[in-house]
C-alpha cells in the first residue's frame, strides 16, 4: 500500500467507478466476519436476557449493569489504547484484541454466577471495544471517501448476519442445552477468524511512514484537542446513546409487552436480519450515489417514525411485531452508514487510528451510560411488563434529532473540502 492510498483524495471519480479488486473484497469480508463476531457477543445478550435473569436469579437493573459493563469497560480500553493506535500495523494491533476478546468470550462461557459473568463481560471489553475502532482505521487507510459507503454497507451487513445467523442459533442453544454454550460457540469461530486474519491479510502499516509524535499521550491529547473533532465525536456520542438505550430490553420487551411468544421470538430476529442483509449494502450504495448526508437524513426520519410507533405498541400478531422491527432496522442502518462514511472522512493521516479509537470509546461510553439510564427508566410489572418503555423512545427521538442538526455542519466541512455543496 502507497501512501497516497493511505490518503486517498476525498472525491475522486476513477476510484468510485472502478469495482473491488479481489483482495480488497476479500478484506471486506473478512472485516464483516471480524465484526460478526464482536456484535454478536454484544447483542446476544439482548436476546439472551429472557433467559439469563431467571437463570441466574438476577434483577433487570443487574442485567442492565452486565450489559453496561462491557460498554463501559470497552470505552475506558479505548481511551487507553488511543495514544498507540497509529504506532503499529493495523493487523497486528487486530490481532492482538482480538485474541484478548476471544479469552473474555471464554470467560463468560464457563461463568458460574452472575459475577464471573460480569467479569467476562469486563474483559470481552476492554478488548472487544476497540476492534471496531482498528476495523475503520484500516477501512480509511485503504478506500476512498467514494467507495467507503459500499465498503461500510458491506461491513454493517455483519450485524444483520450476527441476527440472521447468530441470534436465531444462539437462542436454539440456548433453548435445547444452556446460554454457556451460546458463547462457547463465539469463541470457536473467533479462533477461526484469528486464523484467516494471520495468515490472509497483508500489513496495513503506511501510516507509520508519516510523521507522527514520539509520546503516546501527546498523541492522545493532540488528537482529543483538535477543535474540528469536537463536533464529530459530539455526533458519535449520540447516535450510540439512543441506540443503546433501545437494544439491551428488546427481547424482553418483545416476550412481555408484545405477547410473542419465546418460541418466535428467533423468527422476528431472523426476518429483520434477512432484510437487513439486502438494506445494508443497498444504503451503502445509495450513500455513494446519492449523497452520505441526504440517506442519513433519511434514516433519522424513519428511526423517529418507528420508534415511536415500536415503544408505544401493546400486543400484537407476529407479522405485526416483525414488519414494525423491519422498518426500524431500516431507518437505523440508514443513519449508521452515512455517518460512519461521513466521520470517516474527518480526521489526518496520521490521526486516523487515535480518532476511531476515541470515537469508539465516547460511543462505548454513552452506549454504557444509555444502557444505565434505560435500566433506571424502566420498571418491571407483576405479570413481567416493563413499564415507561415509551419513555426511552422519547429519549432516542430526541437525540436523533439532535444528532440530525449536528451531522450537517460535520458533512459541511467534509463537503468545504471536496468543493461541493453536499456529500
Known amino acids: 500500500m502507497t501512501e497516497q492510498t493511505l490518503a486517498a483524495p476525498i472525491d475522486d471519480p476513477r476510484e468510485s467507478q472502478r469495482g473491488f479488486s479481489r483482495y480488497q473484497m476479500l478484506l471486506i469480508a473478512l472485516l464483516a466476519f471480524t465484526q460478526f463476531t464482536i456484535i454478536l457477543d454484544f447483542i446476544i445478550m439482548s436476546p439472551l436476557g429472557a433467559i439469563l435473569m431467571p437463570a441466574l436469579n438476577i434483577t433487570a437493573t443487574q442485567f442492565g449493569v452486565a450489559v453496561s459493563a462491557y460498554a463501559f469497560s470497552a470505552g475506558l480500553s479505548g481511551i487507553l489504547a488511543a495514544g498507540f493506535a497509529d504506532r503499529f500495523d493495523r493487523k497486528r494491533l487486530l490481532l492482538f484484541f482480538y485474541v484478548g476478546f476471544t479469552l473474555g468470550t471464554m470467560l463468560c462461557a464457563v461463568a458460574p454466577n452472575y459475577h464471573v459473568l460480569l467479569m467476562g463481560r469486563i474483559v470481552t471489553g476492554l478488548f472487544g471495544g476497540v476492534i471496531g475502532s482498528i476495523v475503520l482505521a484500516i ?176 400486543h400484537v400478531t407476529l407479522a405485526t411485531a416483525i414488519t414494525v422491527n423491519v422498518l426500524m432496522f431500516v431507518g437505523i442502518f440508514s443513519r449508521m452508514i452515512p455517518s460512519q462514511a461521513l466521520i470517516s472522512a474527518i480526521p489526518d493521516p496520521s490521526q486516523r487510528g487515535s480518532f476511531s479509537a476515541v470515537s469508539a470509546s465516547l460511543q462505548q461510553l454513552s452506549g454504557g451510560l444509555g444502557s444505565v439510564l434505560a435500566a433506571a427508566i424502566v420498571a418491571q410489572g407483576p405479570d413481567g411488563s416493563l413499564l415507561h418503555f415509551e419513555r426511552i423512545g422519547y429519549v432516542v427521538v430526541t437525540t436523533t434529532l439532535v444528532t440530525l442538526v449536528a451531522m450537517y455542519f460535520v458533512q459541511k466541512e467534509v463537503a468545504n473540502r471536496a468543493g461541493k455543496s453536499v456529500v
Open 139 to 314: 477501512i480509511t487507510d485503504l478506500f476512498p471517501l467514494t467507495m467507503r459507503g459500499r465498503v461500510m454497507g458491506f461491513i454493517q451487513t455483519s450485524f444483520a448476519a450476527s441476527q440472521v445467523l447468530g441470534i436465531p442459533a444462539g437462542l436454539f442453544l440456548a433453548n435445547h442445552w444452556s446460554w454457556h454454550v451460546c458463547f462457547i460457540a463465539i469463541v470457536i469461530v473467533s479462533i477461526v477468524a484469528i486464523a484467516v486474519i494471520a495468515f490472509a491479510m497483508e500489513p496495513v502499516d503506511a501510516h507509520l511512514k508519516l510523521k507522527q509524535d514520539g509520546n503516546p499521550f501527546h498523541h492522545l491529547i493532540a488528537t482529543v484537542a483538535q477543535p474540528r473533532y469536537t463536533l464529530a465525536f459530539a455526533v458519535t456520542t449520540l447516535l450510540a446513546t439512543g441506540g443503546y438505550m433501545l437494544m439491551p430490553f428488546s427481547s424482553a420487551f418483545t416476550v412481555n409487552n408484545l405477547g410473542i411468544d419465546m418460541a418466535h421470538l428467533p423468527t422476528i430476529y431472523l426476518v429483520s436480519g434477512l432484510f437487513s442483509i439486502v438494506t445494508g449494502p443497498l444504503v451503502g450504495r445509495a450513500s455513494d450515489a446519492f449523497g452520505k448526508y441526504p440517506t442519513f437524513v433519511f434514516g433519522c426520519v424513519m428511526t423517529v417514525i418507528m420508534v415511536l410507533i415500536y415503544t408505544h405498541l401493546g
